[in-house]
């Protein structure tokens, strides 16, 4: 397969978590008696474009206290949804469509289910939504030709 030589080709995405906490008085039926809050991790288009047609699947690993804690969403919406107690880091794979032959690449996301200044001494506790989200931009160098058909619509 032929590369493009002398060309990249940008995309941009969005990628990040949406936590919630729970009220207190009217938690959803069957969920842990220690969690906390609904979250939500992702990777998506800017304003929510189709990125699937260069995005094939996405593996979310989460903390090894989640059962089955690594998650194949192989369409979109690219997304985990999940309850519990604690932040911790998110690894990230991505995966191309196979025309592209190119290897997944790795990202990191910090869950965050609570606001900034939310755990201060004294504080009362914050009952609030916390997005935390990165735009971010992946680069492919010297595109096969038969990916850079597919990334430029040509
Ligand atoms: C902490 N280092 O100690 C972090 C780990 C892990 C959070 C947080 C598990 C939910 C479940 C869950 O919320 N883990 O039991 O399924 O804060």
């Given amino acids: 397969t032929k590369r493009v030589r002398g060309v990249s080709v940008f995309r941009p995405f969005v990628f990040g978590s949406e936590a919630r906490p729970f009220d207190p008085d009217n938690r959803p039926e069957g969920v842990p008696e220690d969690h906390t809050h609904q979250w939500r991790v992702f990777v998506k288009g800017v304003d929510d474009e189709d990125i699937s047609y260069w995005l094939k699947k996405v593996q979310f690993k989460l903390h090894e206290t989640y059962a089955q804690n690594v998650r194949s969403i192989e369409s979109s919406p690219f997304e985990v949804v999940e309850t519990g107690w604690g932040e911790f880091e998110i690894q990230i794979k991505l995966y191309f469509v196979p025309e592209s032959t190119e290897k997944p690449q790795t990202l990191w996301h910090s869950l965050k ?3 900034y200044g ?3 001494e004294g504080k009362k506790e914050r009952r609030e939504a916390v997005i935390s989200q990165n735009y971010e931009e992946i ?6 030709e038969q990916f850079y058909e597919i990334l430029t619509g040509g």
């Fill in 118 to 120: 939310a755990d201060a």
């Fill in 139 to 144: 680069m492919f160098n010297e595109p096969v």
């Fill in 113 to 115: 289910l609570h606001p």
